[in-house]
């Protein structure tokens, strides 16, 4: 009985260390967490030219909604144009990324032109996808010769901004005296700040940009205007007071170069901050305060409706709901509970019979 018990408690446990390898296989598969960013994409290319693009992040998978610069192409395709040909052919276009509308935008020279909408799917922002382009002129036409063009699409990571909003965020200094314990990035037409949280007081300024470590009195080499002060003074849950700052972003998952001006050596310190991407999470918003003044439902009423709100055995407990992206992992634990049950039963089905 104690070898069954222990073979099937093994098997549990192979069973579970799968499911959580699987998991965070899952959640960083791209590197991002889910959400929306605008990036930058190049093509090397004028007459393939990206001019928008909205970066979508969903249970760990990655599209590409990009804005070409004008309206002559039919549709695109994941490969080369030998397998596009070859789709063609066949008359199977299922893997062709056929163009979802057409939209008016800006051009750098203030004109209003109109391009095409395509939903592509990415696999890595740090890698350069090879697309075709499809012609609509010759293939209206039916020209196969002049209807393929090899692309590349080039992400430009360094241009990466998520959604307006706000998000809480992991930031790195691989430094133990300049420690961010907390932060949180606010994005705002575009643009990017974060109020962070050192793990003390014993910084006067920051300064976004470059500085050289000295032993000397450089306070006034940093221009007044261009100091960060401190913006607030918090005391963390042990009592330890620590400072705060609102500074600019330049770029996720990228060094960005800060000076620390220490308030007891009077010395500016060469620091880096990096704000990760794939910790992102949106900061959970209040719900909204509801107006005293507007009218209560009556059914919510306990004094005219007494008997509504009593409890019934069909009332709904407070089980909570599996949020998106859960699925996954839905679908491993049931495969977990089966596998254990159907193991459980055979060691059970051999002992009975022993």
């Known amino acids: ?19 959580t390898m699987s998991q965070a296989a899952f959640a960083d598969s791209t590197g991002l967490a889910d959400g929306d960013y605008k990036i930058e994409v190049s093509t090397g290319e004028n007459m393939f030219k990206v001019v928008d693009c909205s970066l979508k992040v969903k249970d760990g998978k990655m599209t590409a909604e990009i804005l070409l610069s004008g309206t002559g192409y039919y549709a695109l395709y994941k490969g080369t144009a030998d397998e596009a040909l070859a789709s063609y052919q066949a008359k199977d276009e299922s893997q062709w990324i056929k163009y979802e509308g057409e939209k008016e935008y800006t051009s750098d020279s203030g004109q209003t032109k109109t391009g095409r909408l395509y939903t592509v799917p990415v696999d890595s922002i740090d890698e350069v996808l090879k697309i075709v382009s499809i012609s609509q002129k010759y293939y209206d036409a039916g020209n196969t010769e002049k209807m393929f063009y ?8 360094a241009t990466l901004v998520p959604a307006d909003g706000e998000y809480e965020i992991s930031v790195d200094t691989g430094e133990k005296m300049f420690k961010v314990v907390d932060a949180v990035l606010k994005v705002k037409d575009g643009k990017m700040t974060a109020v962070v949280t050192l793990s003390g007081t014993g910084y006067t300024y920051l300064y976004a940009g470059q500085v050289n470590d000295s032993n000397t009195d450089v306070l006034d080499t940093v221009a007044e205007e261009d100091r960060i002060p401190v913006k607030a ?16 972003v330049a770029s996720l998952d990228t060094p960005l170069a800060f000076g620390s001006f220490s308030a007891n050596k009077q010395v500016w310190y060469a620091r880096t901050m990096t704000f990760q991407a794939d910790t992102l999470a949106p900061v959970a918003q209040d719900p909204a305060p509801v107006d005293p003044a507007e009218p209560e439902d009556p059914k919510n009423d306990p004094e005219q409706t007494p008997q ?15 949020k998106t992206g859960d699925d996954m992992g839905l679908g491993l634990m049931t495969l977990l509970a089966i596998g254990g049950a159907g193991s459980a039963a055979v060691f059970y089905k051999k002992r009975k019979i022993a």
């Open 233 to 248: 003074i918090v005391t963390n849950d042990e009592g330890k007071e620590q400072a705060q700052y609102e500074i600019p």
């Open 150 to 157: 090899e692309r590349t699409l080039t992400f430009d990571k």
């Open 308 to 322: 509504d709100n009593a409890a019934t055995p069909d009332t709904k407990d407070d089980t909570d709901v599996p």
């Open 1 to 19: 009985m104690k070898k069954t018990r222990r073979k099937f408690l093994t098997v549990v446990l192979i069973l579970t260390m799968a499911l």
